[in-house]
């Protein structure tokens, strides 16, 4: 369990239903969680007085800048990925970051030079799969606030109309206007300097998270005021396996997805909260909203 000071709603909410089902099956929890977090937060102090295993983070990196940190490193080490190799090829990099010709500055300026707010990355096929998904939030994240920034999107095929007119990277051979090639470690540290050069510019501060706090209070205040337990909302238009809530009255789907569809809004979010590797075929969705 990973979580700088224990306040997160998902991560709190998450510890509490595995702490259930251990609990369950006749299992210690204590036995059978590390806690990652920073020291003396109120996490820590918790964990610790109720004798969990903690392991302490460095309380001055941000959340995802975290990932060469103990937040990254432990479930690294924990599914046996060798953490020292990881560390090594990130050190080694970074010290050519700030020398001449510097791998972290060329590619921050041809990123700004490019003058395109979408920024697509794929990944498929090439060494580090996955990171695309990684570098969507730490960009997004760090320099989308203040009205400014850039819209990092990760992409499925090359041919996706979801990223629209973007500057298009990749990490392997392919048609990209900029590929990236590297280690796991050095693309972590490469793509961490890289956010926070490019974020000079655009006179935002990319280590802080004034959205994301923001909608944590949001949703923490509307908790507090439902008492723990979320109303009951009734669905605009309800199958045996569907429940769809929104504004229309169409008694249909189709008809509840053209309502929405018809709505001119400048970005659209599918949001599954489904399986990596087992439910994959929602990606369809992205290209076909995209083209609607």
Known sequence: ???????????????????????????????????????ASPFDVASRND????????????????????????????????VGQLLADAAESAEHFTKPESAAVELAVRILEAGKQNLSFFD????????????????????????????????????????????????????????????????????????????????INPFDQPNVQDAKVRALALLEKWNNHVPQLAPAFETNNIQVFAMSDSQSLVGQIRDLLDHKHMYTAVMAYLARGLDDEVTALRPLVAEV
Do not use: C
């Open 1 to 39: 369990v990973g979580s700088k000071s224990g306040s997160t709603a998902e991560t709190a909410s998450q510890k509490a239903y595995f702490t259930q089902a251990l609990i369950d099956q006749g299992l210690d929890p204590k036995n059978h969680f590390i806690i990652i977090t920073d020291p």
């Open 51 to 82: 004798g969990y295993f903690v392991i302490n983070a460095d309380p001055n990196v941000g959340g995802r800048f975290s990932v060469l940190s103990a937040f990254g490193l432990v479930p690294a080490a924990l599914i046996g990925i060798d």
């Open 124 to 203: 498929s096929g090439s060494s580090v799969p996955g990171l695309a998904d990684w570098i969507e939030q730490l960009i997004a994240e760090s320099t989308g606030k203040e009205d400014q920034g850039f819209f990092p999107i990760a992409i499925e095929s090359m041919s996706a109309p979801v990223a629209g007119d973007s500057l298009r990277i990749g990490f392997s051979e392919g048609d990209f206007d900029i590929t990236v090639h590297g280690s796991l470690g050095e693309q972590f540290i490469l793509w961490e300097w890289v956010t926070a050069l490019i974020a000079i510019p655009l006179h």
